[in-house]
């Protein structure tokens, strides 16, 4: 089976909710027009209940199918999409580029919610499945993990499920395919920040101060060196400065540097390595120049690592929308992170790509150019809407 055609009948409009959506992008926590045009949708699509409030932002639509297992304590099974934008200034130049200056939806959350809510208008129309669809809208993917936020108040105890499935647009794929892979598929992610004491001086005598630039520039060599020559050869692990700041003016030497960064591994050991090293080599490089560092290593996402007999279930479910050619084992794991690990780490389920076409020229997500695939979107609620009628399916 195809994309499905009642799907299809309304790509324009699902185009149309994407792109309004993409006009009035929203960062984490703060998605309070988002999560309105996401209730009042449900609420027209006739969905059985509209729960909110968790996560500050979150929505969860249910809606019931037709069988004996559609009732409380019946068969449930949660689709998750992330809803928040990023701190960036978009360069699209696209009609529907954003109205809000300095954010913009550079990874495709638009997408993502756009995709469900047309998977729930024709859940809600339909209903040909026996057991209860959680529709879970999640705020805060970027950087603020909203999917723990709402683990913590409750969401498996308020949507009781047996399953939970995410999935995220992947432009380096050809247009409509899926990726999927079982056991770890994103990476555990932290957030480092390191902050060098010296003392300040003047540039014409650097001699009279202890220079905390020139510290900062050994610490971030030495830093390549945890994955180089700590880890193993067949460990995957990355450590990256992306920040620097540092003195106001050209001749003054300042007395502190605040260095922001970044740490990806898969396995939890690596991670420790990972921590330990960064902790051992920026105080230890400080101390020899006598200055200090204090070292934050914060560990915000753990690795998105999905159960094989779900995600056998998600390539079934792929394999049924875009055919056996056009679903593909993901050979290698992305470094991204992903907070739907947080519910995966709770529930059994799976987390896939579904292929957006773009080529090498073409900007990728968390660009200032990149926008999501609207020929996409019925292929990924055709997905959603496959899967929730195979797990759930009706006897007779």
Partial sequence: M????????????????????????ELALQE??????????????????????MARTGVVGVIHGRGPNSGPGGRAIGLRADMDALPIHEETGAAHASQTPGVMHACGH???????????????ETRNFDGTVYLIFQPAEENLAGGEIMVKEGLFERCPMAQVFGMHNWPAAPEGT????????????ANIEITITGKGAHGAHPYRGIDPIVIAAQIVSALQTIVARSLRAVDAGVVTIGHITGGQTYNVIPETVRMLGTARWFEERV???????????ASGIAASFGATAEVVFDRAY?????????????AHAARTVAGEARVQH????????????????????????????RTGADPMPHHPKYDFNDDVLPVGASY???LAEQLLAREG
């Fill in 2 to 25: 195809p994309i499905i055609n009642r799907i299809a009948e309304f790509h324009t409009e699902m185009t149309e909710w994407r792109r309004d959506l993409h006009q009035h992008p």
């Fill in 32 to 53: 309070v027009r988002t999560s309105g045009v996401v209730q009042d949708k449900l609420r027209a699509f006739g969905v059985d209940e509209i729960i909110t409030g």
């Fill in 110 to 124: 638009d997408g993502h919610t756009t995709m469900l809510l047309g998977a729930a208008k024709y859940l809600a």
């Fill in 178 to 189: 899926f990726l999927w892979r079982v056991g770890p598929t994103m990476a555990a992610v």
């Fill in 271 to 281: 991670g420790d390595q990972l921590e330990d090293g960064v902790r051992r080599l």
């Fill in 302 to 314: 753990p690795a998105t690592v999905n159960e094989a007999a779900a995600t056998e279930m998600a």
């Fill in 330 to 357: 993901m050979d290698d794991p992305t470094m991204g992170g992903e907070d739907f690990a947080f519910m995966l780490q709770k529930k059994q389920g799976s987390y896939i790509m579904l292929g957006a076409g």
């Fill in 384 to 386: 959603w809407v496959t």
